[in-house]
């Protein structure tokens, strides 16, 4: 019997494109343990979003393919289930979802509280899985009663995201809200099913500094006490480090690094890591980026997906790509020559 | 000098080593209703002054809406201020007419945001390099142009095949780069960067500010660099100016404002940073709400509604800019 909630093993996914197949995810591993937040932290065009909708069962399916791997969710393996029931007790219900800009996954033509009062009414953690199976839809059977207890529900939903005056807001149209005031209503929705996992794909991005903060330390106090797992994918090494209780490295759609957030800021073991870090701005020691560019995924170099870039890189690493190796409590990293303290200042 | 606008108060003094400066610089912008009558005025900018000595990196910075990007645009004349002065060289430039203001652009230049959106898809890079030498320098024929155009591309670290390439065959990077050059052959003394690295990965944005710092040393360059992103202005501004809501709240040099912080509002700005390693910000951060509607702005101070520190003062009157303290000035009754 495990403790994790989810249990990503060797997930392999790719896209049929014009130029060939696109081999976005490779045999990728990631863990989310009950209650933690989990960074998925990468460089654009890395897989992280696509391991994240891979997670929410949301690929395209004319082009997306799943070829191997297991995904497996509070017990079961969502990869093995009819995508009906899926979509009834499992998508929106266990696993609910955060967008990166909430403009967007707004109707514009509909009031905030007609969206959330809709969203009640399909979602809501009340409603028994069974009628939805049975009816294909929701029996409204107490319609005024009903919708009254929907309504305190969703009230008291925003009051916890801290929304001002939530009786107005729900009579708002989504552009006459701020931006922060709208990723806390898409935060609000998040909860709303009660959910064990919330996948949060960059939702501080398209926010300013201040916001941003307290965005964050909402979604923080939010998972500590719900017990909700987060799996938080973003660009930003800084909010990883702000609020993550591990963190897990992508690069060219494979994972590098994961460990807990305390050991991976302090001991990066992984090449690709440490020269990330070292591309923050810092004072003391100036910028230094990463030489070459992110590689194509149609076709990516053989191995270790990051060798042509590397400086330690070896014949090895051109042919095999390394099994994950335990360097510390929690701490695994995929690399033929990780970096340990002695060896360090070589990349200075 | 010819110019209207009365000289700040209490600013930093014109020397000659000022390359541009800033007199009081207002712009509003109208609000309309449905039948087109103005009911208001919008404030991106209001009563803004400094000065920008040669050779400088100027960081603006500010949350979206506090008007720094309507501060370099209409310093580039794409805006016409509603009041106040720009002195660039020596000369006023603000409202100038369009056939002066050509001359100007030449030492003046603007970078987009995303210089690469702002190539031309059809063309090649060396038409798009061309284009205003041809504008700007009748005068050079096709091969010293050409010859012009390939030293700046060396400068930005590209190689000359890339000339007979299309935009959408190189990275978002190498645009980038051709945009920065498009922008260089010209020779302008002074640029101004608007985001020059949003939406980049921090491996990429690591290679463009090294490219950026040398290039003013190579060209001895003057920026004025609008930025969200106060860790990178941090490293590479020598003085720093802070808006808020169309105003400069604080101003002073780098190391002084971040190290002592005067105004509440710079000081809320700067504890939302993420540090790695460092103290977490969802256990220090304080401030509650957001910006008001530039539209609608509170009487006396436009802070005082989200600010820890307001008293009744604050609402009766607008703070100016004090320069109390060594290399730096706050807009606060409050400030010590």
Redesign the interface.
């Known amino acids: 019997m495990t403790t994790d909630l989810l249990r990503v093993r060797d997930l392999k996914v790719s896209f049929a494109t014009d130029g060939g197949t696109a081999r976005v995810l490779d045999n990728v591993n990631l863990t989310i343990g009950r209650g933690q937040i989990v960074g998925l932290v990468g460089?654009?065009g890395c897989g992280k979003t696509t391991l994240a909708r891979s997670i929410l069962g949301v690929l395209p399916t004319n082009s997306a393919r799943l070829d191997s791997g297991s995904i497996e969710f509070d017990g079961i393996d969502l990869l093995r289930v009819d995508p009906d029931t899926l979509a009834a007790t499992v998508r929106g219900r266990q696993i609910s979802f955060i967008p990166q800009d909430p403009f967007s996954s707004f109707n514009p033509v509909f009031t905030i509280g007609a969206q959330i009062m809709d969203l009640m009414k399909w979602k809501s953690p009340a409603l028994d899985d069974r009628a939805v199976r049975r009816h294909g839809w929701l029996p409204r059977l107490h319609g005024a009663r009903r919708r009254k207890a929907d309504l305190a529900r969703v009230l008291a939903l925003l009051r916890q995201v801290q929304l001002p005056e939530p009786e107005e807001i729900l009579r708002k149209y989504p552009h006459e809200v701020?931006g922060?005031?709208r990723q806390r209503l898409m935060i609000a929705m998040a909860l709303l099913p009660e959910p064990k996992l919330i996948i949060a794909d960059e939702p501080t991005t398209a926010l300013?500094?201040?916001?941003?903060?307290?965005i964050?330390?909402l979604l923080?106090g939010l998972a500590t006490d719900h017990g909700i797992s987060v799996l938080f994918t973003t660009?930003?090494?800084?909010?990883a480090?702000?609020?993550c209780d591990s963190v897990t490295v992508m690069y060219a759609g494979q994972e590098m690094e994961s460990a807990p957030g305390e050991g991976f800021?302090?001991r990066p073991s992984h090449p690709y890591t440490n020269?990330?870090?070292m591309?923050?701005?810092?004072?003391d020691s100036?910028?230094?980026?990463?030489p070459g560019?992110i590689p194509g995924l149609i076709n990516p170099p053989p191995g270790c997906r990051f060798h042509p870039r590397c400086e330690f890189a070896t014949e090895v690493c051109r042919q095999d790509r390394p099994a994950p190796t335990v360097v510390g409590a929690g701490h695994e990293v995929r690399c033929h020559h990780p970096v340990s303290e002695e060896r360090r200042h070589v990349l200075a | 000098m010819n110019v209207d606008a009365p000289a700040a108060p209490r600013r930093t003094q014109v020397n000659d080593r000022t390359i541009l400066d800033i007199r009081r610089l207002t712009k509003h912008f109208a609000i309309r209703n449905a039948f087109g009558w103005q009911t208001g005025a919008l404030r991106a900018l209001d009563d803004v002054s400094f000065t920008v000595d040669k050779g400088e990196i100027l960081g603006i910075v500010g949350e979206s809406g506090c008007g720094k990007s309507t501060l370099g645009k209409t310093i580039m004349g794409i805006h016409h201020p509603t009041s106040g002065g720009i002195v660039f060289e020596g000369n006023d430039i603000a409202g100038q007419a369009p056939n002066a203001a050509r001359t100007t652009r030449r030492h003046l230049q603007y970078s987009y945001q995303d210089p690469g959106a702002s190539l031309d898809p059809r063309w090649k890079i060396r038409r798009s390099l061309h284009e205003p030498l041809v504008i700007h320098h009748r005068e050079l024929g096709f091969a010293e142009r050409e010859e012009r155009v390939r030293a700046i591309l060396q400068a930005v670290g590209l190689p000359a095949g890339h000339l007979d390439l299309y935009p959408h065959e190189i990275s978002g990077g190498q645009q980038r780069r051709v945009g920065l050059a498009r922008i260089l052959t010209l020779q302008p003394s002074l640029v101004v960067l608007d985001e020059p690295t949003s939406g980049l990965d921090v491996s990429v944005q690591a290679t463009i500010l090294n490219l950026l710092l040398d290039l003013r040393k190579q060209f001895d360059l003057t920026y004025l660099f609008i930025s969200h992103d106060l860790s990178v202005v941090r490293m590479i501004c020598n003085r720093i100016a802070v808006m808020y809501l169309g105003k400069v709240v604080e101003f002073g040099a780098t190391e002084a404002v971040f190290e002592t912080p005067r105004h509440p509002y710079t000081r809320s700005l700067l504890s939302a940073i993420p540090t790695i390693g460092g103290a977490r910000v969802t256990d220090t951060f304080l401030l509650e709400g957001e910006p008001p509607n530039p539209g609608n702005l509170p009487a006396g101070c436009r802070f005082r509604n989200r600010c820890p520190l307001a008293e009744a003062r604050c609402a009766e009157a607008e703070p100016e800019l004090r320069a109390d303290w060594p290399d730096q000035e706050a807009a606060c009754f409050l400030a010590d």
């Open positions: 460089e654009s701020s922060g005031q300013d500094v201040t916001i941003q903060a307290q964050l330390k923080r660009h930003d090494l800084g909010t480090w702000e609020i800021f302090r020269r990330l870090l591309s923050l701005p810092s004072r100036g910028i230094s980026g990463i560019d």
